[in-house]
């Protein structure tokens, strides 16, 4: 599975990287400047570069005709992103003198099937 909230910090990193490396007649890129140059809000330039906006594709690749740079360049690539699985919990459940070790739900179908077939 993909991280959205790590892919979008990547490549607002990768903008901003950009966007700082660059030059106008006046000096150093600002926001305000790339903003104008992609027809966006400052502050919106802000946000993607924080990683808390997700840009549409038209406007990364308006970005990335103000910095000649190819889109496959400043996507991260999948390995960057992939969100960690978390192994799941294992529960200990005692049947019958013995102790099994599983995952919690699986354990929880487990002993209700055990339940249903004990005679009432």
């Known amino acids: ?28 890129m600002t926001q305000a400047d790339l903003a104008a140059m992609v027809d966006l809000e400052r502050t919106s330039i802000t946000n993607i570069e924080k ?15 103000v910095f000649d740079a190819n889109v496959l360049d ?9 969100q960690e699985r978390a192994l799941p919990e294992m529960t200990s459940l005692e049947f019958a003198g013995k102790t099994y070790t599983a995952p919690q739900k699986t354990l929880q179908k487990i002993a209700a099937i055990l339940e249903m077939g004990e005679p009432r």
């Open 1 to 28: 599975m993909i991280d959205e909230r790590r892919l979008y910090q990547l490549l607002g990193e990768r903008i901003k990287k950009l966007r700082e490396g660059s030059e106008t007649p006046d000096g150093k």
């Open 74 to 82: 400043i996507l991260p690539r999948p390995s960057e992103v992939e």
């Open 51 to 65: 990683g808390a906006q997700k840009l549409s594709l038209h406007v990364l690749y308006k970005i990335c005709e």
